[in-house]
């Protein structure tokens, strides 16, 4: 990919970032933790730690953010920032789906057909 800016750089490196670690862990922790017997608190406690871990690697998208996101508008749609997130959004709200009680094991046996 072509960058305009290192600013695009940092905002790349963090979506890909949280994509492909945070977002993929979380979908991995979610269908760990229904396995619990007390799944909910599991989850709450898994989400809260991705969450930290996921503003913790942000500094440097943090420091560039609102710049970056007028640029974004300008060039395109905010359909795009959230597309470059989209595994974080599914894992994480796949995670909290796990924590609202939405997510059961046997929900997800029900679903899978072998």
Known sequence: MLYNSSEEIIAEDYFKFINDTIG????GMSLVSIKFQNSSGVAT???LVLLVWTFSKGK???KIANRYLEHMKKRKSMFQVFW????????M???FSVVVGALSEELVNSLVIF
């Open 84 to 91: 470059n997130m989209k595994f974080y959004l599914l894992g």
């Open 24 to 27: 993929f862990s979380a979908l």
């Open 45 to 47: 406690f898994l989400f």
């Open 93 to 95: 709200a796949t995670l």
């Open 60 to 62: 440097e998208y943090q």
